[in-house]
């Protein structure tokens, strides 16, 4: 690859875009590259066109990535920058992840308009957000909220916010980090009562199997921890066969110790019930932590947990 310029593709998104210039100017400082050397590919994906109804009913989290993935392997890109939240457990045929950037913040924010905090919203207020993971974790602190549909890019949220569509939304504060945004939250989420999604605040790079040139160029800016953070908590979500579909929260970080301690919930969309279970380990057991986590839950569920709501 050097030499030719490298094409990043990306969503169109501020967030998006925001990301793909992290990856180019880590590149850029990596492997002492100028700006010209790369074109930032932006890619319209289904995800961000459909936008009236919620993920878990339009197809979950492949849409966001589905296009990019196919720009990535007819070559019309070269790598391609995704928010690891966003990524299915499953990639298409010849693609592969070869790079996590290290780990934004992972926690979710509250931001609320006519209260600062959850806990102070008046009874029955509204909540806007898209997620069946944070609707259900909202609704098992406070079942009196009206939880309804926010679905769109972050501005597009907020602007429904602010028009007074809801009382408070909720959002990751990696991706307001990323655009210099995050005064806008009222209130910051313990991530231990409300964990993130799996993969949140982490953003990955996909490529092509066998595309040793952009593997080896990645390889210089890929981070470690995250590496095994996200092994671990896809492994989990890959246990319970998730998608945008099932409310599942994962959160995987290396003790002091060097050692790996993952948190894993799965919840029913309306709160009514949850389970969850914490696991360490060495982190060349990442894997075997995640799917072993994801048994544990799923024992605990029993059957019939996901029935009446699982597609
Ligand atoms: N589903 C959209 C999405 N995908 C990743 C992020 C945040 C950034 C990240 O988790 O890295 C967001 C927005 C949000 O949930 O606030």
Do not use: Y
Request: aromatic share 4%; charged share 25%; hydrophobic share 45%.
């Amino acid at each position: 690859m050097s030499g030719a310029i490298i094409r990043i593709g990306t969503r169109g998104s501020q967030l998006a875009k925001a990301q793909a210039s992290e990856v180019r100017a880590r590149l850029m400082v990596a492997h002492e590259l100028p700006e010209e050397a790369f074109a930032i590919e932006v890619i319209s994906t289904s995800g961000d066109r459909i936008l009236d109804r919620p993920l878990s009913e339009v197809g979950g989290k492949g849409l966001f990535t589905k296009e990019i993935e196919m720009a990535l392997a007819e070559e019309r890109i070269d790598i391609a920058v995704h928010s690891s939240k966003d990524m299915a457990t499953a990639l298409p045929d010849g693609l592969e992840i070869s790079a996590f950037l290290p780990r934004e913040d992972v926690r979710d924010v509250f931001i609320g308009r006519t209260a600062p905090t959850i806990a102070e919203l008046p009874e029955g207020a509204t909540v806007g957000t898209a997620s069946l993971r944070r609707q259900a974790m909202l609704k098992r602190m406070r079942p009196d909220l009206n939880v309804i549909i926010f679905r769109g890019n972050v501005q597009t949220r907020l602007r429904k916010l602010e028009e007074g569509q809801a009382d408070g939304t909720l959002l990751a504060i990696a991706g307001l980090n990323r655009m210099a945004m995050t005064n806008v939250a009222t209130e910051i989420l313990d991530p231990d009562a409300f964990p993130p999604a799996p993969g949140q605040g982490a953003v990955c790079i996909e490529s092509r199997i066998g595309d040793e040139r952009a593997k080896s160029l990645v390889a210089a800016i890929a981070d470690e921890a995250t590496t095994i953070a996200l092994t671990a908590e896809r492994a989990f979500l890959a246990e319970l066969d998730g998608s945008c579909r099932t409310p599942i929260a994962a959160h995987a970080r290396l003790n002091d110790d060097g050692t790996l301690a993952l948190h894993g919930m799965i919840l029913k969309p309306d709160g009514s019930e949850m389970h969850q279970t914490r696991r360490e380990g060495v982190v060349e057991d990442a894997e075997l932590i995640g799917r072993l986590a994801g048994r544990t839950v799923l024992q605990a569920a029993g059957p019939g947990f996901f029935d009446g709501w699982a597609n």
